[in-house]
């Protein structure tokens, strides 16, 4: 199965240090050109831009039919409606953290996985011994959560 990402996990976890850490959970990642013009272009010099510029394992994919973009809502970030459509065009699951663009997604029959999902992921292959360190620090770099709704799914994963 495929995975096609929106910029703010790619951003999230660069901002951590972890970057690699999607590669290991989730494996290869495709982003849509506006996700790719976000972190690198408009982001020049921030946190993702080099990591992208420098891994293989994260891939450029255009978006076939371009046209459907204006069927999205207005408040979804261009990134965000092209990460919705290709990732709709290739069958793929989508990274993403933005409620919004969550609901749109999975509204159209998009499976969803965020952030926290990836360091469970990470958590049952082996590669991270606890998540409740990793997701305080994503927290503190960003990532929007609901204290309660961590809080649960810190305990969920025994921690």
Same mark, same amino acid.
């Given at each position: 199965?495929?995975?096609?990402? !929106?910029?703010?996990?790619? +951003? ?18 495709? +982003? ?17 831009? &080099? ?13 076939? !039919?371009?046209?459907? &973009? ?8 261009? *990134? ?17 953290? !933005? ?9 159209? *029959? ?10 469970? /992921?990470?958590? /049952? ?16 770099? *960003? &990532? ?16």
């Amino acid at each position: 199965m495929y995975i096609v990402s !929106d910029s703010s996990p790619l +951003i999230i976890f660069a901002k951590i240090g972890k970057i690699e850490l999607l590669l290991q959970a989730l494996g290869e990642i495709r +982003i849509p050109q506006a996700v790719y013009n976000e972190i690198v272009i408009q982001g020049q010099g921030k946190p993702g831009d &080099i990591e992208l510029k420098n891994t293989v394992w994260i891939r450029k994919e255009p978006i076939k !039919d371009y046209v459907k &973009i204006h069927q999205l809502p207005e408040g979804l970030g261009l *990134g965000e409606k092209e990460a919705i459509l290709l990732a709709q065009e290739i069958g793929a699951i989508l990274l993403v953290d !933005d409620k919004l663009a969550r609901r749109e997604a999975q509204s159209r *029959g998009i499976i969803c996985v965020g952030s926290l999902r990836v360091l469970k /992921e990470a958590k /049952e292959k082996g590669l991270i011994a606890k998540i409740k360190p990793l997701g305080d620090e994503l927290r503190k770099k *960003g &990532i929007r959560i609901k204290d309660s709704l961590y809080q649960e799914f810190i305990k969920a994963m025994g921690e």
